[in-house]
């Protein structure tokens, strides 16, 4: 997919244009509460960082890439989540609709596999 140049949604909510719940914040990421939970606990963690989409990853993201895996573990064990979904969805056909990389965590309900 090309790259898309204006501002996401997500990039407002990193520069504070845009209310969100934010639960933490640190000097490379958020993690906010889904507008929009597919289960109880619907947490994105998001990279400050603008990278469209997993496949727009360059060799050079990889410490964060691993950070951002690290801070969805960290949440979960600050929750008490013993059980959690980590999904990240790259290209429409796979669900994708904000073009600002981001990691879904799910928790709080049992989930199927495979995922629809
Ligand atoms: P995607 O479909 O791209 O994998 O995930 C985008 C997610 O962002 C969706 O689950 C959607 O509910 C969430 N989302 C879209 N707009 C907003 C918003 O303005 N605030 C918050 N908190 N979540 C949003």
Known sequence: MPPVEEKTIFEK???GEVPADIIFEN????????INPQAPIHA???PKKRIDR???AQNGDAELLGKLLIMAKDFA???????????INNGQQAGETVPHLHIHLLSGRPMAWPPG
């Open 13 to 15: 909510i990193i520069n």
């Open 27 to 34: 000097d490379i990421a958020v993690i906010i509460r889904d």
């Open 44 to 46: 994105l963690i998001i």
């Open 54 to 56: 997993i496949e727009a």
């Open 77 to 87: 064990k600050s929750h008490n989540l013993t059980g959690f979904r980590l999904v």
